[in-house]
């Protein structure tokens, strides 16, 4: 019976052979190398970005909180309910010289016999949205109001104003938000606009309930 044979292989070929698994690996080396030089600041832009975003929502929340206590009365102008706005407001600076601004506002719509009863004549801001309170929580030169920005010499201690003043002073209009809502006789809109300067924003177009701006976003809640 004939036995098979084998030719041992040849040193060349085995040296070729250790030749081209070491290329292979140094290849499959290089090509890691590649994906990786990618996919880390990928996987870092990702979860900052997920953080920037969650601190958006977080900021919005915070304006909406702080909104319907102000629409169900909480003066603001008290240290306890400032010092409750701050522990709502973790993460954020509402300091004088901190990254974040809470505008507040009261907005009434005159009407003829809202002048009749104050016994205001001229009624120079009948039938326009007039501001009639005033305060302000945070970082005032960060951001102003959307709707404008009452003098503050038409303010008293309490940000208040008078009917005599808003009902003539066209200053205290407030400018454009009859185009948000519409104010039957005697309504009273209870507004709180927030600003919270974050400039990894500035990426984001007006999502959420807010809109955002360069560098930060802005949002507002009405009661």
């Not at 990928?42 to 975003?53: D, E, H, K, P, Y």
């Not at 016994?119 to 030169?141: E, K």
């Not at 940000?159 to 066209?170: K, V, W």
């Amino acid at each position: 019976m004939a036995h098979p044979h084998f030719d041992p292989p040849k040193t060349g070929d085995r040296m070729a052979s250790r030749r081209r698994s070491k290329g292979q690996r140094g290849s499959t080396a290089i090509e890691f190398a590649l994906v990786m030089i990618c996919l880390i600041p990928l996987f870092f832009g990702t979860v900052a970005m997920g953080v920037t975003i969650g601190r958006a929502q977080e900021a919005i929340q915070v304006t909406r909180d702080v909104g319907h206590m102000y629409g169900e009365g909480v003066d603001f102008t008290s240290q306890s309910a400032q010092q409750l706005v701050t522990q709502l407001a973790q993460g954020f600076d509402l300091s004088g010289t901190g990254d974040s601004v809470l505008i507040f506002s009261h907005i009434t719509t005159v009407f003829q016999a809202d002048c009749t009863a104050a016994s205001v004549n001229p009624c120079t801001n009948l039938g326009l949205p007039v501001f009639t309170q005033r305060l302000t929580i945070g970082n005032t030169a960060l951001k102003t109001s959307a709707f404008g920005t009452p003098g503050a010499g038409y303010l008293d201690s309490s940000g208040n104003i008078t009917a005599q003043n808003y009902m003539q002073q066209s200053s205290l209009v407030a400018n454009g938000f009859g185009s948000v809502i519409t104010q039957s006789d005697g309504d009273v809109a209870y507004l709180v606009e927030g600003y919270f300067n974050m400039p990894d924003l500035s990426f984001l177009s007006s999502g959420f309930s807010g809109s955002s701006a360069a560098g930060g976003i802005y949002a507002r809640a009405i009661f």
